[in-house]
């Protein structure tokens, strides 16, 4: 407590309490005036002393100075008081910065309640112990569609459902002893339509009053949002049920920071029908399917490379474990997952490999019709070769020999005639005999070069370009080695009929004015060149005429090759033929044991195209016919089927190598060398190819007859 003199608030005495608040010694408050503690001006302060002295005021809050220099906030009750008939003030001081600062708080936490409470976009309430609203935001309104005033002092019973009507008061209690709950519920509007809430509910005190404060979200959005999830993932999971595709969901597992499995997190059940595989969700890939990173790599690090970058793969792979084929898509659907997504081409690929052996067997057909037309075409051409040389020699010997005896009696005949115009007559006609002979010599030429025999391909070649340069007019340069060259009849013969080919065809189309023929040897070759400067061969000429492909045939069949060029500066013919016709060679001879046609024909087309060395002898369509083959004849190798009738491949076998230890066998089969393969070597096959893997068959023929 402090006395002021009103006069001029010089401040009289003080109490230990005075003391004790401003820290001044009591001397010093003494000594002070009121202006140097009160914060207000000298002005406002002389009018709250006259204000108390007057009696008009009381009661004040005033903010004093403490002597470390703090201001702190004060309540002061102040009257006058007569000490020694000098009428002085006293004030009764409170420290009340506390109580300020609390109220302060207060007010400001009221006003951020009360912007949160009008602001919030879910609807709030303050509800009275007994169920009655006492204050609910806008949005609590808008919802419901009542005003303010209809809503404060309602009952929850008058917006809330019926079915829900019944579980206030136990929801009330539960708030009670819980201090907070969460529920649904549902809500009636003005109008009568209902809707969706989520409630969070709360005992709490306001203002000293015991209150829940309610806090509505409007589910409707939320839960159509759900039925519509609902209905998606009803959809998904019957599609994801019903796909005729396998599905699926693997989780990539680490060791050490390093990719090394795969999580089965989920599968749908067309994986156990397309693969066989049964309760793998909670497994590890490589548990399902043992040694899958060694056989199916590509399969493996496509999965890690996903799941770890995200780009989709596709891809087919045979997983060799399992004997099927499989197609494919590989993507990522969240980190470090993937989704495999599937289908069994297993009989797509059995569909594809039938298609490439039956386009293999119609090209072999091909080949096969190919030679026999060039066989045919060489037999037909020595045949006409043959009735060639039969119809020069008879016109060489019998009608030679008649017009040299006509001659010769003609030139008797004349011995005995004196009369001139008989003379003339005679000597006419010898002319026209002689005329005669000469035409008969020029067609026996035309038909088989008989110089051919006795002189050889160069003699033959050069009189062949002389008579083309004196009949057709053709400018023709001669390039021929010092030596004749010696060549099989046959050989020569081509030789001699593809020369003469070329030069009917320069004279009948090439216009040219310059020829050139080249003729040497190379490595036991004949080479043989001719060119010429003109326009070039007609395009029907050039690829489908008859001589030109008759010559290249006639070439093809004796080991050779024949070209034909054409561009600007003229027509090449390029001719190279073997000295010596190609002789048969010494083939291996090969049984193939296999009771489907249609691998037995795919097996010769392959060997045929691709083991000109190995030759099939034999084929045996059951283990018994095979075995008696086997036994009976001699076989370079046998290619043996394990499924068999009669006798299956590997009782054929061990009988084969009873007989014939030393005899190659290869087994041949589409079951997987795992189940097969060790008992055939066991047995005494020299090795196991699986019929889908069939590339090395040839390398493994060769290998297998050079060690035995």
Aim: charged share 25%; aromatic share 4%; hydrophobic share 40%.
């Amino acid at each position: 407590m402090l006395l002021i003199n009103p006069a001029d608030g010089q401040i009289v005495d003080a109490n230990e309490s005075a003391e004790s608040f401003y820290g001044y010694s009591l001397s010093q408050l003494s000594k002070m005036n009121i202006s140097q503690i009160n914060t207000l001006t000298l002005d406002e302060i002389k009018i709250e002393i006259a204000n108390a002295v007057n009696q008009n005021k009381t009661f004040f809050n005033f903010r004093h100075r403490l002597a470390q220099g703090v201001i702190r906030d004060v309540e002061v009750h102040s009257g006058i008081i007569n000490l020694k008939d000098q009428p002085l003030l006293y004030s009764i001081v409170h420290d009340v910065t506390d109580r300020k600062l609390t109220e302060t708080c207060l007010k400001e936490s009221e006003e951020k309640f009360r912007v949160i409470f009008e602001t919030a976009k879910d609807s709030i309430e303050i509800v009275s112990m007994d169920g009655h609203i006492i204050d609910i935001n806008q949005i609590g309104c808008e919802q419901l569609s009542y005003s303010k005033n209809e809503m404060l002092g309602m009952h929850l019973s008058g917006f809330t459902s019926p079915e829900n009507t019944n579980k206030i008061e136990d929801r009330m209690e539960l708030i009670k002893r819980r201090g907070n709950i969460t529920f649904d519920s549902h809500r009636i509007r003005k109008n009568g339509s209902d809707f969706p809430v989520e409630v969070n509910c709360t005992y709490v005190q306001l203002k000293g009053q015991p209150v829940f404060v309610s806090i509505s979200r409007d589910m409707t959005e939320r839960k159509k949002a759900e039925m519509l999830l609902a209905e998606s993932e009803k959809q998904h999971r019957t599609l994801f049920k019903n796909m005729l595709d396998g599905y699926v969901e693997c989780k990539l597992l680490f060791e050490n920071g390093t990719p090394q499995d795969f999580f089965i997190i989920n599968a749908n059940d067309q994986v156990e029908k397309l693969t066989g595989l049964k309760n793998i969700v909670g497994k590890k890939v490589r548990e399902v399917i043992p040694g899958i990173r060694e056989s199916n790599s590509e399969l493996f690090e496509a999965g890690i490379r996903v799941a770890l970058g995200g780009q989709t793969e596709k891809l087919e792979t045979h997983l060799e474990s399992l004997a099927i084929w499989l197609s494919l898509a590989v993507y990522s659907n969240a980190k470090e997952q993937i989704v495999v997504v599937f289908q069994n081409i297993t009989e797509r690929k059995r569909t594809e490999q039938e298609m490439i052996v039956l386009n293999n067997l119609l090209m072999h057909e091909v080949d096969k019709r190919t030679a026999d037309l060039a066989e045919l075409s060489a037999h037909v051409q020595e045949v006409a070769e043959k009735e060639r040389v039969n119809l020069a020699r008879e016109l060489h010997d019998e009608l030679g020999s008649n017009m040299a005896v006509a001659i010769m009696n003609v030139d008797r005949l004349k011995e005995t005639v004196s009369d001139p115009n008989l003379l003339n007559e005679l000597t006419s006609l010898k002319d026209l005999l002689k005329s005669a002979t000469n035409s008969m010599r020029s067609v026996v030429s035309q038909l088989y070069p008989t110089g051919l025999d006795s002189l050889g391909i160069i003699p033959a070649i050069k009189w062949l370009v002389q008579t083309y340069e004196k009949h057709a007019g053709l400018d023709i340069e001669l390039l021929l080695p010092k030596e004749n060259i010696l060549m099989e009849q046959t050989v020569e013969l081509a030789a001699y009929r593809i020369t003469q080919e070329c030069l009917t065809n320069i004279a009948k189309h090439a216009d040219a004015s310059k020829v050139k023929v080249e003729v040497k040897t190379v490595n036991d070759f004949l080479d043989l060149r001719i060119h010429d400067d003109g326009v070039g061969l007609p395009d029907d000429i050039k690829t489908g005429g008859h001589g030109i492909f008759g010559m290249i045939e006639r070439a093809r069949f004796l080991g050779g090759s024949m070209e034909i060029t054409n561009n600007s500066k003229g027509t090449t013919a390029h001719l190279s033929l073997p000295l010596a016709a190609e002789k048969p060679k010494n083939l291996k001879r090969v049984l193939i044991v296999d009771d489907h046609a249609i691998i037995r024909d795919a097996l010769r087309q392959l060997l045929s195209r691709e083991a000109t060395d190995f030759s099939v002898e034999g084929e045996a369509v059951d283990g018994m016919v095979a075995l008696q083959m086997a036994i009976e004849e001699e076989w370079d190798i046998i290619l043996l089927d394990i499924t068999l009738p009669k006798l299956n491949g590997i009782q054929v076998l061990e009988a084969i190598m009873a007989a014939k230890p030393k005899q190659p066998v290869i087994m041949l089969s589409s079951n997987p060398e795992q189940e097969y393969g060790e008992i055939a070597r066991s047995k005494g096959a020299a090795c196991y190819i699986e019929k889908g893997k069939t590339g090395k068959l040839v390398e493994a023929m060769r290998r297998a007859t050079l060690l035995s």
